[in-house]
């Protein structure tokens, strides 16, 4: 049996097409993936991502504590503050991707992928066990508790705050900065409404609890309809995020590749003192790695390229360099793109290479990431 | 939404659809493969001049999301293919019976038409209504 969301029935009562999405019963699309990819560029989507995880740190070693399993300096935070960072293994290996916020001092909600969820937990127990000051932190899956949306587009800010009630710091959540949140009380119950996301174009990202997720996902269809909002699936999540080249843990991301070699380098503090990968880390970033994440365009007119495909160098002496981790047809561009890993000395931006497709060589060209930027 | 069956087409179980006229089988996958698929981005299809075997994969189909197998209904040779598509992969969308047709065969084995769902059977076999 699939885990489902708060808003499964919602999803049943808009005719979604439901699919197995990392063991949940999840929306892929809705109207479609390209009505639903445009109207998130253009004016506003709503997606459901409940099914994301909810780790809860607190206490007075809760910073040194996240500090050591995180690869960002949790020390730039303020309080409603986020970053996005990742937690490796000692190889420097990515166990996830994620967002930390400080909530207030000495509390940090961390934002977790959901096919990891168990993963994250396993391993933030296991770190927290050999952890000195263990005692002075208080770690919580609440996963189960919370559900949460995804509201973004260009036009998210206009609405966001006709459908919330005011508050304060900021008083309009419309205001707020980039990664920044805010707390709302909703119906009696808090709730969390950071500017963030995973498409490229402006947005909100809102956590509350699992029991009131269904009435603010109504709540925001309802006030967002006149500006153009749809609800949209995983499947332009994935076109989204993927034109703004985005990882996706799995695809680009996973335990036996590091930050360094996605080219995550930024929100890798090695100057913040010891912490979990550090070594591997630090060592990659002085003498390179053996691959490295690109970003392509097809040259030519083909099929879109799919994860998997064999990535080749172009020119006579062609061989296999690759493999694509993510690829699709852009609904922006209206081309194919995609992200791969290849050796760093093929990685330049406008080399020449082919991807396979079904025994067949189509043309591509290395490009600088993003694939797309708004405006 | 409900699916438009056009009479006197016949289709495969697996959503590809043959019209025949004058010895010539047309060949294109049907309106509810088309709204299953949502979005075609591309059409391959197979050279003119090549034998295809019925129920071998001959073509593929994709939407944003995923590449599928296209089989082909009947035996034969390809005379002719939709070159349109190459261009407007969308008309498998917007007139998947018509203007979004895949290709033509010159039947070798005409009797492989009687496996084939006529209208009614087909629009049973995807849970619509006749």
């Known amino acids: ?29 809705y109207s479609g993936i390209v009505d639903e990819h445009r109207a998130v560029r253009t004016a506003a989507g709503l997606f459901d991502i409940s099914h994301m995880g909810e780790i809860v740190v607190r206490g007075s070693a809760a910073p040194e504590f996240l500090n050591w399993v995180l690869t960002n300096d949790i020390r730039k935070l303020q309080n409603r503050q986020g970053q996005y960072t990742l937690m490796c293994n000692e190889r420097g290996g990515a166990i996830d991707d994620l967002y930390v916020y400080q909530v207030e001092a000495e509390e940090y909600l961390l934002i977790v992928n959901a096919s990891r969820i168990s993963a994250d937990a396993a391993w933030l127990n296991q770190q927290l066990a050999a952890f000195p000051r263990r005692q002075a932190v208080d770690l919580k899956n609440l996963s189960a508790d919370f559900g949460a949306l995804a509201l973004q587009g260009p036009k998210a800010a206009q609405f966001i705050d006709l459908c919330f009630p005011s508050g304060s710091e900021p008083a309009l959540a419309g205001t707020l900065r980039k990664n920044d949140m805010a707390r709302r009380e909703y119906q009696g119950r808090f709730i969390f409404i950071s500017r963030t996301g995973y498409t490229g174009e402006d947005g909100f990202e809102i956590v509350a609890p ?30 989204l995020r993927t034109e703004v080249c985005y990882p996706l843990y799995g695809h680009e991301l996973d335990e036996n590749t590091t930050p360094i070699e996605a080219c ?3 929100f890798v503090a090695l100057g913040k003192g010891e912490f979990m990968g550090r070594p591997v880390l630090a060592e990659q970033k002085a003498r390179g790695t053996a691959k490295k994440l690109v970003a392509f365009k097809s040259a030519e007119k083909s099929p879109p390229p799919r994860p998997h495909y064999p990535i080749w160098s172009a020119g006579p002496a062609r061989r296999q360099i690759g493999q694509v981790t993510s690829g699709t047809q852009s609904p922006s561009l209206g081309i194919g793109i995609g992200m791969g890993y290849v050796p760093p000395e093929m990685a330049a931006s406008n080399s020449a290479i082919a991807i396979e497709i079904r025994g067949k060589h189509a043309a591509a060209t290395i490009v600088p990431k993003p694939l797309y930027r708004k405006g | 939404m409900k699916n438009q069956i056009p009479e006197g087409v016949l289709h495969a179980k697996t959503h590809e659809w043959v019209r025949l006229r004058d010895g010539v089988a047309t060949i294109g996958i049907s309106d509810h493969a088309q709204h299953e698929l949502t979005d075609v981005v591309f059409v391959e299809l197979p050279a003119a001049g090549r034998v295809v075997q019925a129920g071998a994969a001959c073509a593929v189909v994709e939407s944003v999301k995923t590449a599928s197998d296209v089989y082909a209904p009947v035996s034969g040779e390809v005379t002719a293919v939709n070159a349109q598509l190459a261009r407007h992969p969308e008309l498998v969308n917007s007139d998947p019976y018509g203007e979004g047709w895949f290709f033509q065969v010159k039947l070798s084995r005409p009797a492989e038409l009687n496996g084939l769902l006529k209208p009614a059977d087909y629009a049973r076999e995807i849970g619509g209504q006749v």
Request: glycine fraction near 12%; proline fraction near 8%.
């Open chain 1, 1 to 29: 049996m699939l885990n489902r969301t708060p808003l499964f029935a919602a999803h049943q009562k808009l005719g979604a097409r439901l699919i197995d999405f990392g063991g949940w019963e999840m929306p892929v699309q």
């Open chain 1, 210 to 239: 699992a029991e009131i997720t269904p009435t603010i996902w109504n709540k925001v269809m309802e006030i967002g309809a006149p500006f153009g909002l749809k609800p949209a699936g995983l499947g332009a999540r994935d076109t």
């Open chain 1, 264 to 266: 995550l380098g930024v």
